[in-house]
C-alpha cells in the first residue's frame, strides 16, 4: 500500500520559513519524480515545485522562485519543500505527489496527470 505523509504545516507569520517534508512508502519499483502542489480556498489546485528522482533537476512555479527549494534524500524516501520569506498568498493546502520519471514527466511536470500518487495535504497559513 502506497503512503505518501505530509509533515504538518502550521501558522507562521509573514516574512519566516517553513519546511513541509512528504514521506514515501510501499511505492513500486521505479524512479519517481516528486512534486509539491497547492490548493487556497476557494481556488483550483495549482503546481509549486518539483524534483526529478536524481535530485538535479528541479522546476518552480514564477511565484515561488527564489523562495522555495525543494530537494530529496533517497536514502529516507523523503523530498522537503523548504518555504522562506512566506506570504499571505502562499497560505493553501499543500500536497505531495509522485509519478514515475517518464519523458512526459519533463513535458507536463506542471500538471496534475504525471502523478500518481497524493498525499492528503498538510495546511499552510501565513499570518500578514
Known amino acids: 500500500q502506497v503512503q505518501l505523509v505530509e509533515s504538518e504545516g502550521g501558522l507562521v507569520q509573514a516574512g519566516n520559513s517553513l519546511r513541509l517534508s512528504c514521506s514515501a512508502s510501499?511505492?513500486?519499483?521505479?524512479?519517481?519524480?516528486t512534486a509539491w502542489f497547492r490548493q487556497a480556498s476557494g481556488k483550483e489546485r495549482e503546481f509549486v515545485s518539483a524534483?526529478?528522482?536524481?535530485?538535479?533537476?528541479?522546476y518552480y512555479t514564477d511565484s515561488v522562485k527564489g523562495r522555495f527549494a525543494i530537494s530529496r534524500d533517497n536514502d529516507k524516501n523523503t523530498v522537503y519543500l523548504e518555504m522562506n520569506s512566506l506570504k499571505s498568498e502562499d497560505t493553501a493546502v499543500y500536497y505531495c505527489?509522485?509519478?514515475?520519471?517518464?519523458?512526459?514527466?519533463?513535458?507536463?511536470?506542471?500538471?496534475?496527470?504525471?502523478?500518481?500518487?497524493w498525499g492528503q495535504g498538510t495546511q499552510v497559513t501565513v499570518s500578514s
Open positions: 505527489a509522485e509519478g514515475l520519471e517518464t519523458p512526459d514527466f519533463y513535458v507536463y511536470y506542471r500538471r496534475e496527470d504525471p502523478y500518481t500518487y
Open positions: 510501499g511505492l513500486p519499483y521505479g524512479r519517481y519524480a
Open positions: 524534483v526529478t528522482w536524481s535530485g538535479t533537476r528541479k
